[in-house]
């Protein structure tokens, strides 16, 4: 929703269909930090094919897909845990019929599960993605 009078966009609330206030600060605003693998100390190693249900208009795995895959293959009682932050770097690309190899490392601290992720193109294995996220207790 165009909001005319201060010139911005206004996300609206995908359930109840109003628009809501946008927080005084963005997350654009900050810098991004750059996110380490986890090659050599993930738990959890899982493989998937980009299918055609996950690519955008220019053949790539959209952006969105790459949370969806960090969901779906965490462990459910950790996944149904609430984020409270998350960080994505997108490092390369991943194009239709690539398997991305998915590793997690998963550690347990006082208030929250930290987990982190990177996917990699199984053919070459190049970084193409890095995941950071918190998830409640």
Not at 13 to 42: D, S
Not at 47 to 65: C, E, G, K, W
Not at 84 to 97: A, R, S
């Amino acid at each position: 929703i165009a909001d005319r009078a201060n010139k911005k966009l206004v996300p609206v609330e995908t359930y109840t269909k109003k628009a809501y206030k946008m927080p005084t600060r963005c997350m654009v605003n900050y810098p991004i930090p750059k996110l380490k693998g986890v090659e050599g100390k993930a738990e959890h190693v899982f493989s998937h094919q980009v299918r055609i249900t996950s690519i955008d208009i220019n053949l790539h795995a959209n952006n969105v897909s790459y949370v969806n895959w960090y969901l779906d293959y965490l462990p459910e009682e950790l996944a149904l845990k609430p984020v409270v932050e998350l960080t994505v770097n997108f490092i390369h690309e991943l194009k239709l019929g690539d398997t991305v190899n998915i590793y997690y490392l998963i550690e347990e601290t006082e208030k929250a599960f930290d987990v982190k992720c990177e996917m990699a193109n199984a053919g070459s294995d190049q970084a193409a993605c890095r995941i950071r996220a918190y998830h409640k207790k």
